[in-house]
Nanobody
Framework: QEQLVESGGGLVQAGGSLRLSCAASGRFFSSYPMGWFRQAPGKEREFVAAITWSGDRIYYRDSIKGRFTISRDNAKNTVYLQMNSLKPEDTAVYYC?????????????????WGQGTQVTVFS
């Protein structure tokens, strides 16, 4: 059964760093581009970053460019999100998902196999 499990969230002071991991079951991981999304209380889930299978193309939302880095290790069936210079507005539940359809890497509807999420809380 395909499954994604996120980890690495936590409580961090503004300016700090966290590294999120998303471990995937091997059968489908190598087939899909992968993405990270986040959802703050009372807000819709939003795109954060995505990476193709080979890593040759990477996409970021504007507000995190230069602070977050997405990467993947296909041998370990894991995708990462390194988050630096964190801000209180980065507080959210972070989800990883596989891009299973469509051409738009930024569109939530093109992703499936969502993980359960990991909470990131940034305090000032």
């Amino acid at each position: 059964q395909e499954q994604l499990v996120e980890s690495g969230g936590g409580l961090v002071q503004a300016g700090g760093s966290l590294r999120l991991s998303c471990a995937a079951s091997g059968r489908f991981f190598s087939s899909y581009p992968m993405g990270w999304f986040r959802q703050a209380p009372g807000k819709e889930r939003e795109f954060v970053a995505a990476i193709t299978w080979s890593g040759d193309r990477i996409y970021y939302r504007d507000s995190i460019k230069g602070r977050f880095t997405i990467s993947r290790d296909n041998a370990k069936n894991t995708v990462y999100l390194q988050m630096n210079s964190l801000k209180p507005e980065d507080t959210a539940v972070y989800y990883c998902a596989a891009k299973v359809s469509g051409s738009d890497y930024y569109a939530t509807l093109n992703y499936g196999y969502w993980g359960q999420g990991t909470q990131v809380t940034v305090f000032s």
